[in-house]
């Protein structure tokens, strides 16, 4: 439709104009052509001059000529064996691998990997593995090389190179100056479209100086640069046919901030095109705005909702298909490899299908994760031919993972293979964002609902498919080709086991240097691989791994209990979905009157120890809209944990999404220990006496103002031990074995003077938030640690809406 518009716009200017500008166009095409060739000329001699070295740079160039005379690419191999490089390849590899080794010397080793170095664009990278996840990242300017003459077999007998090789004796080999500036646009091909800030000239000639060629037609380029302002007028046809094609397009900023940082930039950061792209097309949502990506995954369909689910892509559900089955396998596997050193996120599906009539199909689809258009997708109707069709699927799946298929679907065994797909264990059952009610059925559901009105509203966010979607979409997971709600608990073992080694090997990896660099690859290579997402990252720290890897994980676990306890009831014939879930929890959830003692008790607690949150610069407070009292046979009753001593009541912050696994089996302590708040005391259960510190992981968004906040009561034990800084792993792990008691001064406390018992001496830590002596402690608040979940109850469940508090309110005009 752009194309269209923009084309009968303009088609009129256009012919009535073509007349009228030929001649002038011929005389400035000549006077164009005048300054082009000198500056053309001087660009080639840059180009074949890199960093003003010509004349080293011509002798290394008469020597390739040379040696290229003399030698036969078995002679390259020979030699390049003899001084222990690398001699695979193709011609293209062996050659100019041999002419720099001969002529700058022998390379040493990467010192990452142990791979061999090889001159790439405008540097030497490594083209070795650093592990069957991961390929090495090292590169440099200046390799180290072997000291010492160029080795030459004896059957080699070329006078040339022999009398060559005479000379250099007693030299040192010369250094290859590389110009990292010449080389930044290396290996693309840029069109410059439409009317821009400066001359189309100027553009050329500094896409040409650092290393690129500028093509006057969109076809086969790699990029598009053109003006946001003629994007805005409706676009060139260079503009407009990009758009068709499916290539980036981008503002000229991105090439001088390309040649002002010395490197390529992230083409997404420059689009001006994506939210233009013609209808069919589409970008990948990885390189939409996260808000777009947001609405698309959101509204989206789930293709691939478990184990026994037909991917909706084969149209062969409609027909009436099923997953195939045969001996106990379940011919349906999902796939995926994220390698962010060579800007690899695919994903592949395989499935074999029987329709009626017995007619087996095989579904296959791979591609790039959140681009459909790009994906390689076929449905292959094998008839009655069983054995051909699973043949062919054992076959491909020892294509896409080096492994067999049999050992992995009967007793899990699997060897991950380098730069090859790993499996995405599903389990039989619904992922909760197909399982579970969608807001058309939620209506219907409450109109038929026995329960309480009040806990008929709970219910339905507990159980419906928004909160689960919003959450998996935050993280960018939420795939509708990856069933990331329904995987097996051996799936989510392997993400514990694959967290937990990254967290012990942080410990001894540098700051910063190769070292860091691959190892930061590797380890989100692996878990973007475990767990895929739109937006992989090379993640660094132990912040990133809490925030991304270790609170991901347990959220992702929580999904997929809620997952299992839903199913599919609301695609079900049951008159009442909503309390049929409600009895699967296995609690008793009761609204709390406003006029009760209990009611007017929280809501005291949560204004004074509540803080605003700040989003940007917007500031929300929090009201409470409801409050229920819980009990669960998941969790100690009331009755026992009375009976414990040093009780207090606690707030504990969660996401609703995580919020139907806490009711359904209790808390579960934090997955491991990282130093950093949330995750600083280790596998333990971690509340707050402030309502502030609870409300950070209950606020959800903006545009999503209601989330729920924990009371629960805990009993800290006999001992309780006061930390002011961050715990190390092994003082963690004391607590742990100990089952004490810890609480971790914040640099804000609860004025202890307004602290009073609520009853059967349950302590409430209830008073304004004021500063603690702890004034460099980690924590903002104080929060407090229990490693036995017997010691822990939830009591209430508070809602609250957060609202704006600085809004400015507008009056309207007259």
Not at 332 to 357: H, R, S, T, W, Y
Not at 521 to 540: A, H, Q, V
Not at 564 to 575: E, K, M, N, R
Not at 798 to 806: I, L, S, T
Request: charged share 30%; hydrophobic share 35%.
């Amino acid at each position: 439709m752009v194309h269209e518009t923009r084309s009968r716009a303009h088609a009129a200017a256009q012919e009535e104009g073509k007349a009228a500008t030929k001649k002038q166009k011929t005389e400035s095409k000549d006077q164009e052509r005048g300054q082009l060739t000198s500056k053309n000329k001087k660009l080639k001699a840059e180009e074949s001059e890199p960093n003003g070295k010509g004349a080293a740079f011509r002798e290394f160039a008469e020597f390739c000529k040379s040696i290229g005379e003399h030698l036969s690419v078995e002679d390259m191999r020979k030699i390049l064996q003899a001084n222990e490089q690398d001699a695979s390849g193709s011609e293209d590899a062996v050659v100019p691998r041999c002419e720099d080794m001969m002529f700058y010397g022998p390379l040493e080793k990467c010192p990452v990997c142990g791979g061999q170095l090889e001159f790439k664009g405008w540097k030497y990278k490594c083209t070795g593995t650093y592990s069957e996840w991961a390929r090495c990242t090292f590169s440099t300017s200046d390799p180290t090389r072997k000291s010492g003459p160029i080795k030459v077999p004896d059957d080699i007998k070329d006078d040339f190179i022999h009398k060559w090789l005479k000379q250099q004796e007693g030299k040192e080999f010369p250094k290859r100056d590389v110009d990292e500036e010449a080389h930044i646009f290396s290996g693309m091909m840029i069109a410059l479209s439409g009317r821009m800030s400066r001359s189309h000239g100027y553009f050329k000639e500094q896409i040409m100086k650092h290393g690129g060629k500028v093509n006057t037609s969109v076809l086969g380029v790699t990029l598009v640069v053109a003006s946001p302002a003629e994007r805005d007028k409706g676009g060139s046809g260079g503009f407009a046919e990009a758009l068709e094609r499916g290539t980036p397009v981008v503002s000229e900023n991105w090439i001088m901030d390309s040649i002002e940082k010395k490197e390529v930039q992230p083409l997404a950061a420059y689009d001006i095109a994506s939210d233009v792209v013609p209808e069919g097309r589409g970008l990948p949502l990885g390189q939409l705005d996260p808000s777009e990506e947001a609405i698309e995954t959101l509204a989206s369909e789930v293709k691939l909702a478990g184990k026994r689910a037909v991917h909706k892509d084969s149209k062969l559900e409609k027909d009436g298909g099923c997953i195939f089955e045969k001996d106990g396998i379940i011919y349906n596997c999902a796939f995926a490899l994220c390698d962010l050193g060579c800007d690899l996120n695919q994903l592949c599906i395989m499935q074999l299908v029987m329709v009626p009539e017995n007619r087996l199909h095989l579904f296959y689809k791979k591609g790039p994760i959140g681009h459909d258009q790009m994906a390689e997708e076929r449905v292959e109707d094998f008839g009655s031919r069983v054995n051909d069709a699973v043949k062919e699927f054992v076959r491909l799946f020892e294509e896409v993972t080096g492994n067999e298929f049999e050992p992995w679907e009967r007793e899990k065994k699997f060897e991950k293979k380098s730069m090859k797909m790993y499996p995405l264990d599903m389990d039989v059952g619904v992922d909760v964002r197909h399982g579970g009610a969608a807001l058309r059925q939620l209506g219907t559901a409450a109109l038929h609902c026995k329960l309480d009105p009040s806990v008929s509203y709970l219910v339905k966010q507990l159980c419906g498919q928004e909160i689960y979607r919003y959450a998996l979409m935050e993280m960018a997971q939420d795939l509708p080709d990856v069933p990331i709600g329904m995987l097996t608990d051996l799936h989510l073992k392997r993400g514990e086991e694959v967290l937990l080694k990254m967290r012990k090997d942080a410990e001894s990896v540098p700051e910063s240097g190769p070292e860091a660099d691959v190892f930061w690859t590797e380890i989100s290579n692996k878990w973007f691989t475990l767990f895929p997402t739109t937006r992989p990252y090379i993640m660094r720290g132990f912040e990133q791994i809490a925030d991304n890897v270790a609170s991901g994980l347990e959220t992702v676990r929580d999904i997929n209990d809620a997952s299992h306890l839903i199913g599919d009831v609301f695609g079900s014939t049951l008159d009442d979905p909503l309390s049929e879930c409600y009895k699967k929890m296995g609690c008793s959830i009761n609204p709390v009157p406003e006029d009760s003692e209990d009611y007017k008790m929280i809501l005291s607690y949560l204004e004074k120890t509540y803080e605003p949150v700040k989003v940007d610069d917007v500031v929300y407070g929090a009201s409470v809209e409801r409050i229920y009292a819980v009990e669960s046979s998941a969790f100690p009753s009331y009755e026992k944990i009375k009976n414990l001593p040093n009780k207090v009541l606690l707030w504990c912050g969660t996401r609703s999404s995580n919020l139907l696994r806490h009711l359904h089996k209790g808390f579960l302590p934090a997955i491991c220990h990282l130093p950093v708040p949330g995750y600083m005391f280790g596998k333990a259960i971690v509340c707050s006496d402030a309502a502030a510190e609870a409300a950070r992981y209950g606020f959800t968004a903006v545009d999503r103002p209601e989330g729920y906040l924990v009371l629960a009561v805990a009993s800290l034990g006999n001992e309780i031990t006061e930390v002011t800084g961050t715990p190390g792993a092994e003082d963690a792990q004391g607590f742990e074995e100990k089952k004490m008691g810890v609480k971790g001064v914040g640099r804000k406390m609860t004025d202890e003077s307004e602290h009073f018992t609520w009853r059967d001496g349950v302590k409430v830590p209830c008073g304004k938030l004021v500063p603690s002596r702890n004034k460099n402690g980690p924590l903002e608040y104080n929060e407090y640690a229990v490693y036995d979940p017997k010691q822990v109850s939830i009591c209430f469940l508070v809602g609250v809406k957060y609202e704006e508090q600085n809004m400015e309110v507008v009056p309207d005009e007259e």
